[in-house]
């Protein structure tokens, strides 16, 4: 069998792990493939980074030509990560013939259909099992092990940052400022932390997810998205007292009117759930297929080596298929896009769910009478309420769980109550996620 | 592409469920084998059997050769379970060039090996995804996902019939016998439950997944088998009080020296494990893995619609290769056992874990410095004690937790105590599992 010859666009933290994974597994490695992994070039950008021991001086190059223009390389790993320049160089790849391996999830939600198209218009590979949940593997679940079944719903928890900052506000009871100060002093959130905690890394992953279960083609204008840092210590308290706790979570179901109902948002899940233990840093997504039943994966969705797991795994299988001359052996298009009925996304207005409601209320004779009347004028109805904190100067919290309504009709109700003098704030809201 | 004619032996439910599925998600399947499953010929053993709406009746046959000497079918799939004369339809299409894909583990378990080598040696797939937790992909996530890793350690909840049992003796404070009385009633449990109970189906599991992770070829006498018959409604309660759930557990660990640590035996694990919330009829496998970390698969383990996910899947992957003319493009030796140097079990006496022991203490003075003093005679020094009912005429439970001893130290030790005249009834010792 021949060997699988590589080059690899980016030297950080993953393509350091991937290095190691190969030096380290190479036997067990080369059996399973029946082929080695060669690498024969590294595309560095900084020069005087440390690399650590495993990037071989001799293989850095500056110079992306250098890989995309080799014709002894078979394989593109690419790990840089954003839409540009890794675009330009994965179709430069694709077009040369090259099967391509990326955990470049920001690149895929973005033009993910454009390169799929080129790849199997070429017969060759497209590969991107680190882009979801890092070492988890959920993209050939969907694509191979339930490509039988029909996918009902995906639920997950794949933003780990956000996880980890939820996770350590309910164990602490802190609120969400110090919470994301201590993820970012441990490594997990970036100095910037807008796409973890904002929900956009989320609905990066989850246009993913849902082109796998779906075959949709998603703009990530038509995923609903809300981040965790509209959550604090206060509704983890309240959330708790009513046998929640709060995840963020990413939501892709197919309705019974042929819609996806997609979504990114911090919801309350019962205590009870297993996603409710997926604490941490850690990553669980839940698929449901029509036959095979509810499908829980879960694991570590970030990190060097969980990454570097999924993306040398990838160069073993499309490996597999360089040797046996059989590159887009899974046919893309009915992944991607092309042979499904068009889908239409749910108006998050549309989505019916039980909503977590918190009120800063005034002392005024008839305040509750007033909140209850305003949600039923809407057609909203409380299930449960919770009053914290005695009458007087300072507003009250008052907390009401509602009975499934549709998100509209609770918008109107909101919009009507925090125009009224009985409140001192804008109500938070928050979905309600019963499975 | 061409179409991949299969024929089918067997047509009990699961068989059933191939067709219906077959059937019902034809398009859907079409497009990501990009082509269509035709099934040829069904082999059925009872002439007078109701086979359901979806089995046709002109594609029934009694005669296996009719799918075996069929020069236009590719695939066989057997559903039929057992030995034999599984395996000697198995060896023919393979001899013939055909693929396979089985969901039979007690096969797999007795002559996989032989069954591989023929496999390799001609070329063709031998694929199995529902021979191990029915609708979990755990032998896809083993074989493909973490290719490149090294599999440090995989433990299970593997037999749906004994997790249903265990988690109904739980929740309802009843015993073994009436438990397994309504698993029967409700269909979780055979007539005869043996295999299942015993840990025997678990152990042929097991056995399949050392395979897969550690390339290991198993005598099944090799494993260390127990079963959840001997666990009682007074371990369960026990068990609850120092913080543990009683669980039918399946391990499969590399250790240090180079040995494997396998082991079938209901275990106690910690309430704040992830396992512990595994409960009925469900499955799981936690694989641990040196780069990857530990990662969490669980689903439904049996049944007919989700074994039939999985064989069909298989037969999606098949057929991609054949379309390729890619058949065996996953190298079977790396994964079955003659690449991989010889592989020792541990002597279930070398194992090191926590033990719960209980024993039946007799109105004895000083009965518990004699147990305490067997124990410690023998190394084995003890955690946590509780005692339960008054002295007198009747026997007092005296639960222990001991501290990690030597396996073969402790049965020493009860050894002793049970040829003691303070107890009236042989020890009780169960497994903790501390992960």
Do not use: W
């Given at each position: 069998?021949?060997?699988?010859?590589?080059?690899?666009?980016?030297?950080?933290?993953?393509?350091?792990?991937?290095?190691?994974?190969?030096?380290?597994?190479?036997?067990?490695?080369?059996?399973?493939?029946?082929?080695?992994?060669?690498?024969?070039?590294?595309?560095?950008?900084?020069?005087?980074?440390?690399?650590?021991?495993?990037?071989?001086?001799?293989?850095?190059?500056?110079?992306?030509?250098?890989?995309?223009?080799?014709?002894?390389?078979?394989?593109?790993?690419?790990?840089?990560?954003?839409?540009?320049?890794?675009?330009?160089?994965?179709?430069?790849?694709?077009?040369?013939?090259?099967?391509?391996?990326?955990?470049?999830?920001?690149?895929?939600?973005?033009?993910?259909?454009?390169?799929?198209?080129?790849?199997?218009?070429?017969?060759?590979?497209?590969?991107?099992?680190?882009?979801?949940?890092?070492?988890?593997?959920?993209?050939?679940?969907?694509?191979?092990?339930?490509?039988?079944?029909?996918?009902?719903?995906?639920?997950?928890?794949?933003?780990?940052?956000?996880?980890?900052?939820?996770?350590?506000?309910?164990?602490?009871?802190?609120?969400?400022?110090?919470?994301?100060?201590?993820?970012?002093?441990?490594?997990?959130?970036?100095?910037?932390?807008?796409?973890?905690?904002?929900?956009?890394?989320?609905?990066?992953?989850?246009?993913?997810?849902?082109?796998?279960?779906?075959?949709?083609?998603?703009?990530?204008?038509?995923?609903?998205?809300?981040?965790?840092?509209?959550?604090?210590?206060?509704?983890?308290?309240?959330?708790?007292?009513?046998?929640?706790?709060?995840?963020?979570?990413?939501?892709a179901r197919a309705l019974d009117n042929g819609a996806l109902d997609l979504r990114v948002h911090p919801a309350l899940i019962s205590k009870k759930s297993v996603l409710a233990s997926v604490n941490g840093?850690?990553?669980?997504?839940?698929?449901?297929?029509?036959?095979?039943?509810?499908?829980?994966?879960?694991?570590?969705?970030?990190?060097?080596?969980?990454?570097?797991?999924?993306?040398?795994?990838?160069?073993?299988?499309?490996?597999?298929?360089?040797?046996?001359?059989?590159?887009?052996?899974?046919?893309?298009?009915?992944?991607?896009?092309?042979?499904?009925?068009?889908?239409?996304?749910?108006?998050?207005?549309?989505?019916?769910?039980?909503?977590?409601?918190?009120?800063?209320?005034?002392?005024?004779?008839?305040?509750?009478?007033?909140?209850?009347?305003?949600?039923?004028?809407?057609?909203?109805?409380?299930?449960?309420?919770?009053?914290?904190?005695?009458?007087?100067?300072?507003?009250?919290?008052?907390?009401?769980?509602?009975?499934p309504a549709r998100e509209g009709d609770v918008r109107a109700a909101l919009s009507k109550i925090d125009s009224m003098d009985i409140v001192a704030e804008p109500a938070q809201a928050l979905r309600i996620?019963?499975?």
């Open positions: 069998m021949r060997n699988i010859r590589i080059g690899m666009i980016g030297c950080g933290v993953v393509g350091q792990g991937i290095m190691r994974l190969l030096k380290e597994n190479a036997a067990s490695i080369e059996g399973r493939l029946g082929g080695k992994i060669e690498v024969k070039r590294i595309v560095a950008r900084s020069r005087d980074k440390d690399r650590g021991p495993f990037v071989p001086t001799s293989l850095v190059t500056y110079d992306a030509n250098e890989v995309l223009t080799d014709p002894n390389i078979d394989v593109v790993v690419e790990v840089i990560g954003g839409v540009e320049p890794a675009y330009s160089y994965l179709k430069r790849a694709l077009e040369a013939g090259k099967s391509v391996v990326t955990a470049n999830k920001a690149l895929l939600a973005a033009r993910g259909h454009e390169l799929f198209e080129l790849a199997e218009s070429r017969g060759v590979d497209l590969y991107f099992e680190a882009a979801v949940a890092g070492g988890v593997p959920v993209i050939r679940v969907l694509r191979e092990a339930f490509a039988s079944d029909r996918i009902t719903a995906v639920r997950g928890i794949i933003n780990g940052t956000s996880n980890y900052i939820l996770s350590r506000m309910q164990e602490a009871g802190i609120d969400f400022a110090p919470a994301l100060k201590e993820a970012q002093q441990k490594g997990y959130a970036e100095a910037d932390p807008t796409l973890d905690v904002g929900g956009g890394d989320a609905a990066h992953k989850l246009s993913i997810l849902a082109m796998l279960a779906y075959g949709a083609k998603l703009d990530l204008a038509q995923i609903p998205t809300s981040g965790i840092d509209q959550v604090n210590a206060t509704d983890i308290a309240f959330a708790q007292r009513f046998g929640f706790v709060i995840k963020p979570l990413a939501v840093a850690l990553n669980a997504v839940y698929i449901e297929g029509a036959a095979v039943g509810p499908c829980l994966l879960s694991g570590l969705g970030a990190g060097a080596m969980p990454t570097a797991v999924s993306v040398v795994s990838d160069i073993v299988d499309v490996g597999r298929n360089l040797q046996r001359d059989s590159g887009g052996r899974v046919p893309q298009r009915a992944f991607h896009g092309d042979s499904v009925k068009a889908l239409r996304v749910q108006d998050i207005a549309d989505h019916r769910c039980r909503f977590y409601l918190r009120f800063s209320a005034l002392d005024r004779s008839g305040v509750l009478g007033k909140l209850a009347s305003a949600l039923g004028d809407h057609n909203v109805s409380i299930e449960q309420m919770v009053q914290e904190g005695q009458h007087g100067s300072q507003p009250v919290s008052v907390v009401l769980l509602t009975h996620e019963d499975t």
